[in-house]
């Protein structure tokens, strides 16, 4: 596996199910990321991880819970969400102090709350 | 934050070079210019960054005037392929996971 890989491609969950979207970056890179892009919307970061420590969370509900269990994996938990959580979900990875300041996109999670 | 503005859509033809101009009145001194290209349902991907003057790569230009406060993406000779929709983003990411703020892009259509 190369880049930034993001499993599963698509999910259909209840609004009582708990489920997880999973991220890993294949590159050695020191920070991650979660973003949400709605149809036909831009990108809204949510959570970025830096050195394996949240460093930002945009606000983001509490039904989504992120975790980062070494400098490869992002996980992101889903848990109680609403239909207008509905949306792409997309990991990235960026390697900090090393130019170009490139975040590196997984192809993304397609999420359907039903 | 910057704040970006950039034209919400631009209509081409096959091989025409494409300029696509972003402003950013407020850039900080440490903010980089990025772009990045996005294909629906897929993850943006990286075109060019820049903090001042010129960068050229083997897919497009970044020129970015002394005041910097704002910068043209230059696609030369686009094609079919080439319709998607551009990012221009500025923001200080080169410490502390930096925080990128997308904007709603500008949607290019290259027609045959």
């Known amino acids: 596996e190369t880049g930034v890989t993001q499993t599963p491609r698509h999910l259909v969950m209840g609004m009582t199910n708990k489920k997880s979207l999973k991220c890993e970056q294949h590159?050695?890179?020191?920070?991650m990321y979660w973003y949400k892009q709605s149809a036909k919307k831009p990108l809204e970061l949510m959570f970025v991880?830096?050195?394996?420590?949240?460093?930002i969370n945009e606000s983001v509900p509490s039904r989504f819970s992120p975790e980062c269990p070494n400098s490869s994996l992002l996980n992101l938990h889903l848990h109680a969400l609403q239909p207008e959580d509905s949306a792409l979900y997309l990991c990235?990875?960026?390697?900090?102090?090393?130019?170009?300041?490139?975040?590196?996109f997984g192809p993304g999670t397609r999420l359907t709350v039903t | 934050l910057a704040k970006t503005t950039q034209p919400i859509s631009m209509d081409s033809y096959e091989g025409q070079e494409v300029n696509i101009t972003c402003s950013h009145n407020?850039?900080?001194?440490?903010?980089?210019i990025t772009w990045y290209q996005q294909f629906p349902s897929q993850g943006p991907r990286f075109i060019i960054q820049?903090?001042?003057t010129k960068v050229t790569n083997e897919v497009a230009s970044l020129f970015i005037p002394a005041d910097r406060k704002s910068s043209t993406l230059s696609l030369p000779r686009v094609s079919l392929s080439d319709t998607a929709v551009y990012y221009c983003?500025?923001?200080?990411?080169?410490?502390?996971?930096?925080?990128?703020?997308f904007g709603q892009g500008t949607e290019l259509s290259v027609k045959p």
């Open positions: 590159l050695g890179h020191n920070a």
């Open positions: 990235a990875s960026s390697q900090e102090g090393q130019a170009p300041y490139e975040q590196y």
């Open positions: 820049g903090y001042k």
């Open positions: 991880y830096s050195y394996e420590k949240l460093s």
């Open positions: 407020n850039i900080a001194t440490n903010d980089y």
């Open positions: 983003l500025v923001g200080d990411i080169s410490n502390q996971g930096g925080k990128l703020i």
